[in-house]
Structures are given as structure tokens and as C-alpha cells.
């Protein structure tokens, strides 16, 4: 994995306990909580664990390293597990009859990954979601 890192971070307030290298989201009270549901935003990844209530640094450009779900190939585009906020290939996901999603994308890969290996990846939140 590579040791440089380039991440831009902001601080947050944890609004629920967060891992390190969990994908993360706002929620409605202005704090960052684990991504959970196929709804909600990706705003990034945590860099460090924090208790409901503390302070949590969260890479939101650059690279990053996030927690894998399950195996991810070099160059994927990775999106997060839902309830769990770890990575997972984004063709994973299947659309439905009436509804294409393609999901909240987090990045893209820069190395492999097995199940709960940490991985670096290219941090660029995207907000792509069609209904129809």
C-alpha cells in the first residue's frame, strides 16, 4: 500500500461511534455518522475511530484509506456497504425494474483488496442517482 498520503481533511463531530476507514455521511444534526442506507450522501472517509461526541478527521479530497467489505480490484469504483460504511466495488450493486441507481460513488481504488483489508483509493465523492 502506498505510504504517501494526499488526503484534504476536515474536522467533524462524530454523531455515532466511527472507525477508522469508515465511510462516512452527514446526518440531519450536522454530524458525521457511518454511511448506511443507499440514500444518504457520501461525504468521505474517516482517518481515525471516535466515540458519539468527539472529534473525527475525514478525508473529503486527494487519497484516503478505506476498509474493505469484501475483495476489491485495482481501478474499481468504490462505494460503501450499506450499514456497515466499508467499501465495496460499486458494480455490485444491481438496479431495480424501476429504478437505475447507480450509487453515491466514494472513488476509485489504487490497490487490492481482500475482505477487511485497508486499501489507499482516489477520494472523489460523486452524487450520480437516477429514478425513474
Known amino acids: 500500500m502506498s505510504q504517501t498520503r494526499l488526503g484534504m481533511s476536515a474536522s467533524f463531530l462524530a454523531g455515532d ?18 454511511w448506511a442506507t443507499a440514500t444518504s450522501i457520501i461525504l468521505g472517509v474517516s482517518e481515525d475511530s471516535a466515540d458519539s461526541g468527539a472529534a473525527v478527521n475525514v478525508v ?48 476509485q481504488a489504487l490497490h487490492a483488496g481482500s475482505t477487511n483489508a485497508v486499501i489507499e483509493v482516489a477520494i472523489r465523492p460523486s452524487l450520480l442517482r437516477f429514478d425513474f
Do not use: H, M, R, W
Open 17 to 34: 461511534t466511527i472507525t477508522a476507514y469508515q465511510i462516512v455521511t452527514l446526518s440531519a444534526a450536522n454530524t458525521v455518522i457511518p
Open 60 to 107: 473529503i479530497g486527494g487519497t484516503g484509506k478505506v476498509q474493505c467489505a469484501a475483495s476489491i480490484s485495482v481501478g474499481a469504483v468504490i462505494t460503501s456497504q450499506t450499514d456497515t460504511g466499508l467499501a465495496i466495488e460499486a458494480i455490485n450493486l444491481a438496479p431495480t425494474v424501476t429504478t437505475l441507481v447507480v450509487p453515491f460513488v466514494l472513488g
